[in-house]
């Protein structure tokens, strides 16, 4: 499998929503860098479980195309919220039965990659995925996770118009975050988007993914960047956040022990 054929395909699959507007550009290149990461990290995460052959290229497909709907949703809803506008999982799988693909996979094969695309963001996964399904859906969502972790953290810090699209127009408190929010997070319990009212929400929200990483591998290269740290650098500083971030820590700790 020639991957440079499918990222030359992907990169001028998404450079058709280019439209010349500022805003517009910088929000569709977005998309189009947080998939080339994503892909990078679904590559990390392979190497440090030694995931190989046919389900580790399969898996590095779903990874650079996961978000591949994205693209049509801004241009037809001006948003990145699923609960505005559509499932961008769902017409990620739509958008790629419309694509000419390179290579020689089978159509299995790219029924199992748009699988894979419909289920990365999806509240939970199925515990009954069959392989190499399960494997490609886990690392896809891991990797998905790590690199939303460093945009959000990266766009807190900004002020421009395209912030409210990426931070989801939450309020802007530094001393505020939803009690249900963190009091889902510090259960370990997947929070939903919806619940989230306050930029801290999303600090909590993602801090809250380390529990539901899939991979040692995952952790390591969470750690690596040096991102947890960062969420509780903005976080406010009280004793029901420094909980959480023992907690987090402890978890991190045990899960990194060993190198995978």
Partial sequence: ??????????????????????KNDYLIQLKIDHSLRVLDNARAILDGENI?????????LAALY?????????????TYKDADSTNHGRLGVLTLR???????????????????????????IRSELSAPL????????????????????????????TKPVVIH?????????????YRMVFSEKTCDYNLMRYTND?????????????????VHLLAQKNLVERAFSILPKNDRIQSLENKVLKFMHYKTLSTP
């Fill in 202 to 218: 999303f600090i909590l929200l993602i801090t809250g993914w380390i529990f539901t990483l899939n991979f040692t591998a995952s």
């Fill in 98 to 124: 419309e694509l000419d693909l390179p290579g020689k996979l089978t159509d299995r094969d790219w029924r199992t990659i748009r699988a894979a695309v419909a289920l990365h963001n999806v509240k939970d």
């Fill in 1 to 22: 499998m020639d991957l440079s054929r499918h990222i030359e395909t992907f990169t001028a699959f998404a450079a058709q929503y280019l439209t010349g507007n500022q």
């Fill in 134 to 161: 399960s494997t490609m859906v886990k690392t896809v969502r891991d990797a998905d996770k790590i690199d939303i972790y460093e945009v959000i953290l990266d766009h807190l810090g900004q002020d421009s118009e």
């Fill in 52 to 60: 190989s052959g046919h389900s580790a290229c399969l898996t590095r």
């Fill in 169 to 181: 127009s939450l309020v802007e408190n530094p001393d505020r975050y939803s009690d249900t929010v």
């Fill in 66 to 78: 996961h978000d591949i709907g994205r693209f049509p949703q801004y241009a037809r809803y001006g």
